[in-house]
T-cell receptor, first 113, second 108 residues
Framework: DTGVSQDPRHKITKRGQNVTFRCDPISEHNRLYWYRQTLGQGPEFLTYFQNEAQLEKSRLLSDRFSAERPKGSFSTLEIQRTEQGDSAMYLC???????????FGPGTRLTVT | DAKTTQPPSMDCAEGRAANLPCNHS???????VYWYRQIHSQGPQYIIHGLKNNETNEMASLIITEDRKSSTLILPHATLRDTAVYYC?????????FGSGTKLNVKP
């Protein structure tokens, strides 16, 4: 499968714990995006990378959220000190370049208890 | 942020054309219009995009008005598998802003 993959697909954690999600983009894609989706809503843009450079992070929901793409390939999204309001689907997408379509992964569903 | 407006839901009979409208009156001249769909519990799937001209691919057609304030996605022969939430999105410097989309119900 050469599509975007995300790991894990499901994560249940207790409030206050840290969680990290991984995204592997399509191999030739330079751009990688993170979104959050809550029930009944469309995906909400969080941040994106051009290769290893994080070009936009003002939409990250708080300073508890951080993302990295150290070698310009896979990316991680970390949430520190999780809260129940962080429960959502976290989606990753990649694209070849600017103004090219984004291809989405299956998402990681986070449940904070 | 450019915003798009879509009806919350639409019905379509199987085999008929589904025409999904979208208003994007605040779109700027260099922003593309993208359409995605999302089937329950899956990631959004790319359908089509355009800037000024009408576009067609194997999935759908995209009709953009001359003033670019609105567009219509056309699924020429809807099937039950086309039941999904359809999102019309403007691409503001590569940041996609999804609204709540249109829930298309294709009925036999």
């Amino acid at each position: 499968d050469t599509g975007v993959s995300q790991d894990p697909r499901h994560k249940i954690t207790k409030r206050g714990q840290n969680v990290t999600f991984r995204c592997d983009p399509i191999s030739e894609h330079n751009r990688l995006y993170w979104y959050r989706q809550t029930l009944g809503q469309g995906p909400e843009f969080l941040t994106y990378f051009q290769n290893e450079a994080q070009l936009e992070k003002s939409r990250l929901l708080s300073d508890r959220f951080s993302a990295e793409r150290p070698k310009g390939s896979f990316s991680t999204l970390e949430i520190q000190r999780t809260e129940q309001g962080d429960s959502a689907m976290y989606l990753c997408a990649s694209s070849f370049s600017e103004n090219y379509e984004q291809y989405f992964g299956p998402g990681t569903r986070l449940t904070v208890t | 942020d450019a915003k798009t407006t879509q009806p919350p839901s639409m019905d379509c009979a199987e085999g008929r054309a589904a025409n999904l409208p979208c208003n994007h009156s605040t779109i700027s001249g260099n922003e593309y219009v993208y359409w995605y769909r999302q089937i329950h519990s899956q990631g959004p799937q790319y359908i089509i995009h355009g800037l000024k001209n009408n576009e067609t691919n194997e999935m759908a057609s995209l009709i953009i008005t001359e003033d670019r304030k609105s567009s219509t996605l056309i699924l020429p022969h809807a099937t039950l598998r086309d039941t999904a939430v359809y999102y019309c999105i403007s691409n503001n410097f590569n940041k996609f802003y999804f609204g709540s989309g249109t829930k298309l119900n294709v009925k036999p």
